[in-house]
């Protein structure tokens, strides 16, 4: 059914930006990416996996890890089946692997628990090494 690809990582000094994409395909006739929350998540080596953030299926309403707020910024462009994830003043514990999710609701709203989630993608590293 849904397919989401992750893109966008790779290594940056602290305090570089990153933006993250997640792309969708494969919806099922009659059910396009705003029927939709993504997440974002996280894990870093040794670590349970994380939520970073979350949009509700229409944009308006967003959810952030206290780690992560006022320096991450999530959004989506249904037009374009992608939602992004743009990351500044990276720190090095936001080191790991970033996940999408999508999970189906009609709920105008997002949560930040992987269990809520139906689809993943494979992940894109993130690195904020010196």
């Known amino acids: 059914q849904l397919q989401l690809v992750e893109s966008g990582g790779g290594l940056v000094q602290p305090g570089g930006s990153l933006r993250l994409s997640c792309a969708a395909s494969?919806?099922?006739?009659?059910?396009?990416?705003?029927?939709?929350?993504i997440g974002w998540f996280r894990q870093a080596p040794g670590k349970e996996r994380e939520g970073v953030s979350c949009?509700?299926?229409?944009?308006?309403?967003?959810n952030y890890a206290d780690s992560v707020k006022g320096r991450f910024t999530i959004s989506r462009d249904n037009a374009k089946n992608t939602v992004y994830l743009q990351m500044n003043s990276l720190k090095p514990e936001d080191t790991g692997i970033y996940y999408c999710?999508?999970?189906?609701?009609?709920?105008?709203?997002?949560?930040?628990?992987?269990?809520?989630?139906?689809?993943w993608g494979q992940g894109t590293q993130v690195t904020g090494s010196s």
């Open positions: 999710a999508a999970a189906f609701i009609v709920q105008p709203m997002c949560v930040m628990e992987s269990q809520e989630y139906d689809y």
């Open positions: 494969g919806f099922t006739s009659g059910f396009t990416l705003d029927y939709y929350a």
């Open positions: 949009i509700s299926p229409s944009g308006g309403s967003t």
